[in-house]
């Protein structure tokens, strides 16, 4: 029964460059959260999506950030011309129709993007 | 400012001693969640409060939830190595979706 899958696990880019983070939720689970964590911070929300449809994106920066969970295949959270500061590990969470109401959200192990 | 305020940031104690951490708001909440995480890991949900004034227990980790549900804390009984990592509070105001975090409580148990 496997869990919330995120690849890569780290991903080195250099600025300008374009980096695509995948999330294939827990099979059965068709809602999507992706978070930023910075070093000694928590987890700022950046978006959520169902399948097809984004529903919140309040937390997602609004230039070269972008995100999709198309009908087949898993999530992409795409940022273009990548800078410094977009240096993170970012972690998608995938919830069912049943626990999206409790918010029980389960979390992947998170892709490292160091942007050099 | 944080929504939620996570105290201390950074707790380090002796495998077998007891601790308590904390999580305060000044706002009020319909129910908190605590994760704990670990290093290159994703969070992983501990408990759910729902209820002003309720306890929940899962082995040693005693949670409570504020009367006023404003306000959480987190009691570990003989903490052992294994209890070490970043310790999350969450909530999820209003009727959107998200979760909104605490900054965490950094545990590390010595042994």
């Known amino acids: 029964n496997a869990g919330v899958m995120q690849n890569p696990r780290h991903l080195v880019r250099r600025r300008g460059q374009e980096a695509r983070l995948r999330c294939s939720p827990m099979k059965g689970h068709s809602h999507v959260y992706w978070y930023r964590q910075l070093p000694e911070e928590g987890l700022k929300f950046m978006v959520y999506l169902q399948k097809e449809n984004i529903i919140d994106e309040s937390g997602m920066p609004k230039e070269r950030f972008s995100a999709e969970f198309p009908k087949e295949g898993p999530s992409i959270l795409r940022i273009q011309q990548v800078v410094r500061g977009d240096s993170a590990a970012y972690f998608c969470a995938s919830s069912s129709s049943t626990t999206v109401e409790s918010y029980e959200q389960y979390f992947g192990p998170g892709t490292r993007l160091t942007v050099t | 400012t944080q929504l939620l305020e996570q105290s201390p940031q950074f707790l380090s104690i002796q495998e077998g001693e007891n601790l308590t951490v904390y999580c305060n708001s000044s706002s009020v909440f319909s129910s908190l969640q605590w994760y704990r995480q670990e290093p290159g890991e994703g969070p992983v949900l501990l408990v759910t409060?729902?209820?002003g004034g309720e306890v929940k227990k899962l082995k040693r980790l005693t949670f409570q939830f504020g009367d006023a549900r404003k306000d959480s804390s987190l009691h570990i009984t003989a903490a052992q190595t294994g209890d070490t990592g970043l310790y999350l509070c969450a909530v999820r105001p209003g009727s959107n979706y998200q979760l909104i975090w605490g900054a965490g409580t950094k545990l590390i148990i010595k042994p």
């Open positions: 409060v729902v209820t």
